[in-house]
């Protein structure tokens, strides 16, 4: 019993030869010598080790019946490509045996071959019968086993020999054991499923091959895949805000990435699995906030895996960029909010005068907008100028909200000149009150598709500086002016019976935006004699307040 250990060069013959070893005393698939690397060309193996040290003595030459031959198969390989057979001219050729010695042998041996497709353990068997007497030593040393496949995998042949003579007497069997193993002949195979994936705009980032890739190479058993790599083929300006990433990891590759390139590369001996785990991981991102803005609408990752020596084996997954509408952005000196003033009494004022600002990453024109009045009293008034301009306004009311409309496609600058033109306006009822009031407007832009986050314009209305107010009647409303009811009093005077008070207890003096008065000033009307007819102030009170009384006299007052 021995083994086979074989080297192949490709387009040479391989040399084999036989490995030492006890086959009884240790299991073969424990074994390590240096196996067969087999090419697609045809192996002839003889069974017998070594000429010289072949004896059968113990026989005799001539007193043999038959000999038997069986090569098992496995089941995955197919026994056509393999056999085993009588091969004088092999023998002759190599110097296992002279050609006077082959003289004893020419055409006395009967070869009978056949095929047993199933045996015990589901194995398949190739069996050649040998007989009639002739030189043993001689048809031992021409007995061989041929291989024809173009692809062999990591298994072991076992070749048995039984000899019987004449006599009916069997050899014990004889096992000639030998493992193929593949030669480095083939690509690996990269396979994608799913070869077509979308990355919408708002997503950012996808799964480029989402598991579907799988990584194959016939001659993986003992030869492993070296390297590979993923990379994005367009714009290479690009790759600053697109790139690939690898959210996976192994203690057997090693993995880089090159920012200029776009390239992940991937280097270690690992299997096909190992590779196609970390290549399934890889994800392709894009941060461009408009992708519908970019000069193309698709890109390609291709993959790559090498073996180290045969053409590496490729696919690509093409991404298609799928454009999100965005939305409009409208900002009043870069807030969504703004507070400014109106002076009660002033002309309409365009409040967002050069403070309005639209943009839209993936549109030039604009197809609306909307400004609304909230809680809209009568008094206020709210326009706009579409002067020059296709824009058209509608005037809506709803419930206590006044919305003025603009219609029209336009470019993006024409909407900020039309909106900029707003003006606001409003009156006071009299007197006003000395609080400031508040108006809220709101304003949206649209694209036809998408509206803007709404803008809040809050209008502090500043009221005038309404005159002070004097009344008689304590009951009068004090928010309103009084009325000439209010603003009367009759008094009685009898001759020559004194001073009367002109002014009631009942008097108020007011100014609804002012806490202190300028002055006052009381006057007696129709005097027919001013050296009689005499008013007058209590100026020692009127001191204690820091009050300066002045006195005008005329010929009737």
């Known amino acids: 019993d021995h083994l086979w250990e074989c080297t192949a060069v490709v387009g040479e013959q391989s040399v084999c030869q036989h490995v030492a070893v006890d086959l009884n005393a240790a299991d073969k698939t424990t074994l390590n010598p240096l196996f067969t690397l ?94 009639r007497p002739a030189n043993l030593t001689h048809v031992l040393l021409s007995l061989v086993y041929r291989h024809s496949a173009t692809t062999v995998g990591g298994e072991y042949r076992n070749v048995t020999v039984t000899i019987a003579d004449v006599h009916g007497n069997n050899t014990p069997t004889a096992t000639v054991t030998f493992r193929y193993v593949g030669a480095n002949d083939h690509s690996p195979v990269v396979n994608i499923k799913n070869n077509v994936t979308d990355l919408v705009e708002s997503q950012v980032e996808v799964c480029v091959t989402c598991g579907s890739l799988t ?33 996976a990891t192994s203690s057997l590759i090693n993995v880089t990435y090159n920012v ?13 699995m190992e590779y196609q785990a970390m290549l399934n991981a890889v994800i392709y991102a894009n941060t461009f906030e408009d992708i519908g803005g970019l000069p193309f609408d698709h890109v390609v990752v291709v993959f790559s895996v090498s073996d180290g020596q045969n053409t590496p084996g490729t696919a690509d997954v093409i991404v298609r960029l799928i454009n999100v509408n965005d ?57 706009v100028s579409t002067s020059g301009t ?28 039309v909106i900029s033109s707003f003006t606001f306006s409003t009156a006071l009822p009299r007197p006003s009150l000395p609080t400031v009031v508040y108006r809220l407007v709101t304003l949206t832009v649209s694209d036809g598709t998408n509206t803007s986050d709404v803008v809040e314009v809050h209008v502090s209305v500043v009221p005038l500086n309404d005159g002070p107010i004097i009344q008689f009647n304590p009951d009068a409303d004090p928010d309103k002016f009084a009325s000439l009811s209010d603003r009367s009093h009759t008094i009685n005077m009898t001759e020559e019976n004194g001073p009367v008070v002109v002014v009631p207890d009942t008097t108020t003096a007011r100014d609804v935006d002012s806490s202190n008065a300028g002055g ?9 004699d001013e050296r009689k007819e005499i008013l007058s102030v209590n100026e020692s009170m009127a001191k204690k307040f820091g009050i300066k009384v002045n006195v005008s006299v005329s010929r009737t007052s």
């Not at 990584?215 to 790759?239: M, W």
């Not at 200029?260 to 096909?272: C, N, P, Q, Y």
Request: hydrophobic share 40%; no cysteine; glycine share 6%.
């Open 38 to 131: 087999f090419h697609s060309a045809d192996v002839t193996l003889f069974l017998v080790k070594d000429p010289k040290q072949l004896d059968v003595a113990e026989f005799g030459d001539e007193d043999w019946q038959y000999i038997e031959i069986q090569l098992a198969v496995p089941p995955s390989s197919s026994i056509f490509s393999e056999e085993v057979a009588y091969s004088r001219n092999q023998a002759i050729s190599k110097g296992r045996i002279s050609t006077s010695d082959y003289t004893a042998l020419d055409n006395a041996i009967r070869e009978e071959d056949g095929i047993v497709d199933i045996i015990s353990g589901l194995k398949h068997k190739r069996f050649v019968r040998l007989s």
């Open 215 to 247: 990584v194959t190479d016939d001659d993986h058993d003992f030869f492993p895949i070296k390297s590979a790599s993923v990379r994005l083929v367009g714009d290479v300006e690009s790759f600053l805000y697109q790139r690939l990433e690898l959210r």
């Open 260 to 272: 200029a390139t776009g390239e992940i590369s991937l280097v270690g001996d690992a299997s096909e």
């Open 327 to 383: 939305r409009p952005v409208l900002l009043i000196n870069g807030r969504l909010s703004e507070n400014v003033s109106f002076h009660e009494g002033g002309n309409p004022v365009a409040l967002l005068s050069n403070s309005v600002r639209i943009t839209d990453s993936d549109n030039k024109y604009l197809a609306g907008a909307t400004i609304t009045l909230v809680q809209n009293q009568t008094t206020d008034f709210i326009s």
């Open 390 to 417: 296709t824009i058209t306004v509608a005037t809506f009311r709803q419930g206590v909200d006044f919305r003025l409309e603009l219609r029209g496609k336009a470019l993006i600058e024409v909407y900020e000149k």
């Open 520 to 528: 006052a000033t009381v006057q007696l009307h129709g005097v027919k």
